[in-house]
């Protein structure tokens, strides 16, 4: 292992981290074909490097990422093993043609959920464990309070949330400790910095951001004739389609001026971004192969300063995407846009 990277409390309740999460999402599903040994190495590496929290949820193809993750933890060096922290969304209904049905809180759920994850993922228990999106059916009260029944049983350590708003956030964190909030945040998806972000920080609450280069769009590797695989995400967010699109690459080239001169690269620029909102925001970064990891970690060592993030803001002021972040069906089940 080479230097270790300092670690900080999550929130002010969760486990040590790391200034870097990996999400492992896309070694599963919605961005297309991944390459089992690549995404098996990629955590390796990520665990070598330090990056020891991993992140996924028990419907990323229907349990392939945590059979996954069981694999490459199984398949690492002890010492990388112990070390290893899951974050788990759970609550997602699936049907076996690949669709979505909503969401599932109701307390016999979430302990049916959690004892299918720890199954699969080989572990006697879960670091932190989240609903993806709140089951507007079901009091966030009732789904926090079974997780924290959870946490007294020892099947999870920390409670994390995925998607709330601030109203939400409140009425979970008075159930019990939050670790954390699961959201989107990046140059181009800065929603949270009006009510969510002064919410989590007054109650000591983390935020781990996903999405930090929109899926690949503003990591500066994303061309516009790109073709996607059938079921890939992008395919159906409005931020990739046509006119948006070019919108949003335009933005990417502007950004892309900045990374040249500091001699970065684009993608490090906008994970370097995030890192630079605050100690409290942990970003997750997506990669999928070692290669991508690597140049997530290099903008570990990329510091902004005032005059470099000012030209950032310029050329991508806030709210300059073009699109939202879902499609509208999905829109309709954020918390925190509502
Ligand atoms: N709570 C939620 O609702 C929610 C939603 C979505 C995701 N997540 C979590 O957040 C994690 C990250 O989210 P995300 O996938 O949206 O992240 P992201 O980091 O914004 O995007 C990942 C995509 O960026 C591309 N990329 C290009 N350069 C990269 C680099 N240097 N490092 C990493 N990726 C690079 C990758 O493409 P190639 O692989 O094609 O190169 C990959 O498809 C997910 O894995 C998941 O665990 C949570």
Redesign the pocket.
């Known amino acids: 292992m080479t230097t270790p990277l300092p670690l900080h409390t999550l929130g002010s309740t969760g486990p040590q981290v790391p200034p870097l999460g990996?999400?492992?999402?896309?070694m599963s599903a919605?961005?297309?074909e991944a390459d089992r040994a690549e995404s098996i190495a990629t955590i390796h590496a990520a665990l070598d490097a330090g990056i020891t929290l991993l992140?996924?949820?028990d419907f990323?193809g229907m349990g392939h990422n945590e059979l996954l993750i069981n694999e490459a933890l199984r398949t690492a060096p002890a010492a990388l093993r112990e070390q290893a922290l899951t974050s788990v969304?759970f609550g997602a209904l699936r049907d076996a043609a690949g669709g979505w049905g909503g969401y599932d809180g109701r307390p016999a759920a979430v302990k049916n959920f959690a004892a299918y994850s720890l199954q699969r993922l080989g572990t006697d228990h879960i670091d932190i464990y989240r609903i993806?999106?709140i089951d507007p059916d079901v009091p966030i009260e009732e789904t926090v309070g079974a997780i924290a029944e959870l946490v007294e049983a020892g099947h999870v350590r920390h409670i994390g949330l995925?998607?709330a708003g601030a109203e939400s956030i409140r009425r979970a964190a008075a159930v019990a400790p939050i670790s954390d909030l699961?959201?989107?945040y990046?140059l181009i998806s800065r929603g949270i910095e009006e009510q969510i972000l002064p919410t989590t920080r007054e109650l000591g609450i983390g935020i781990t951001a996903?999405?930090?280069?929109?899926?690949?769009l503003i990591?500066?590797?994303?061309a516009r004739d790109r073709e996607l695989a059938p079921g890939d995400f992008r395919g159906m967010s409005p931020r990739f389609q046509g006119e948006n699109l070019q919108r949003n690459l335009d933005l990417v080239e502007e950004l892309r001026k900045i990374s040249e001169q500091k001699g970065v690269?684009v993608?490090?620029i906008a994970?370097a971004w995030v890192l630079s909102r605050g100690e409290d925001i942990m970003p997750?970064?997506?990669?999928?192969?070692r290669d991508?990891?690597t140049?997530?970690l290099g903008a570990l060592d990329v510091t902004l300063d005032a005059d470099e993030l000012a030209a950032i803001e310029r050329a991508v002021p806030a709210g300059a995407a073009a699109g939202d972040r879902y499609p509208t069906a999905q829109m309709a089940h954020l918390d925190s846009e509502h």
């Open positions: 990996l999400g492992c999402m896309g919605l961005y297309g992140d996924t949820g990323y969304k993806a999106r995925s998607e699961q959201i989107e990046s996903y999405g930090v280069l929109s899926r690949g990591s500066g590797h994303f690269s993608a490090q994970i997750l970064v997506g990669a999928r192969s991508r990891l140049e997530a």
